[in-house]
């Protein structure tokens, strides 16, 4: 399996906001999303972070290196 790099920044964001998140596709490339807005499907890449995880879609995790804040949508800044 290939393995992805996670920035301390997303990381340290999920941290904080204290639940899952997942990496999707939307029509801009990769995204980060709560899994309460995208759910995770059983084939995706699962990584603990702290006390949640972080969904990485197969799709996704086949063209992606890094997990980093270039996939938060700018509305959480």
């Keep these: 399996m290939k393995s992805l790099r996670i920035s301390e920044k997303i990381i340290s964001f999920i941290k904080e906001q204290k639940r899952d998140y997942r990496v999707c596709t939307s029509c801009g490339g990769a995204i980060l999303l709560p899994t309460a807005i995208k759910r995770p499907k059983p084939n995706d890449i699962k990584i603990p972070v702290g006390d949640n995880f972080l969904y990485v879609s197969a799709t ?10 270039s996939m938060l949508m700018t509305y959480m800044y």
Excluded at 60 to 69: C, F, G, L, S, T
């Design 60 to 69: 996704q995790a086949r063209y992606i290196d890094e997990v980093d804040d």
